[in-house]
């Protein structure tokens, strides 16, 4: 009997060969797989990044089969994380510094502020008013000094909303582990070039982060004789 045309004995033929080619698809993507999850966890261990551009593009197409590695092995989501954000950070660092800084902007969490914080809520996050309860405002100050636009922000949807308004070309966002590594697949899906710096103490209120981290992000492709004399306030 032929079936649409194909002889049986030929459509057998074709679904083995199909087999065949997903088979070897699938062993493929786990053998690179494994690789790519060597060279990351040699990279980890070393402190220095190996063929960074390889792994992104891996995490892109195959981070099932990566997480999946990284668990066997004994690596910590957070720690993935971590490197994942690294090796973002990495290969931005060139495309952001070539972006001028009026041209930039900073989204800081809402939970980087005191408890008795006093600022309210607007459309476009949080209005600090600076009452020193906090470095929040300390930081702000200095940013926008140098250039940047900056933003206090309780969500992704302030971001996405800011970033639709004012139309930045490069962005630092900080946050925790999850929310900076949303906000780099939001910039990435619409080119906008970005990068993350996780904060040390997670939490809904009066967290922290490293600002010497956000500042060395901030200070990329600037002339050092620009940089704002008090800027050691910012790290203080």
Known sequence: MIFLGIDPSQFEGLMILIGEITVFFIIAAIAISFVLVVISLYSIRKGQLYFPKLIKAGKVFLEGF???????????????????????????????????LTERAVFFPQCLRSARCPAHLSPEGLNCVRCGQCTV?????????????????????????????YRPKAIIGVGCLTEVKEGIE????????????????????ETLVNWQDVYDVAILGLDP???????????S
């Open 137 to 165: 405002g300390e930081a702000r100050t200095l940013l926008e000094k140098m250039g940047y636009r900056t933003f206090v922000v309780p969500g992704s949807s302030f971001i996405k909303r800011m970033v639709k308004k």
């Open 186 to 205: 939001m910039a990435d899906k619409i080119g906008l070039i970005s990068m993350g710096v996780v904060i040390l103490k997670e939490g809904c209120v």
């Open 66 to 100: 990566m997480k999946a590695f990284f668990r066997l092995l004994g690596l910590e989501d957070k720690e993935m994380l971590t490197f994942f954000i690294k090796i973002h950070n990495t290969m931005n660092t060139s495309a952001f510094s070539k972006v001028p």
């Open 225 to 235: 004789s620009s940089v704002p004399e008090n800027s050691h306030t910012f790290t």
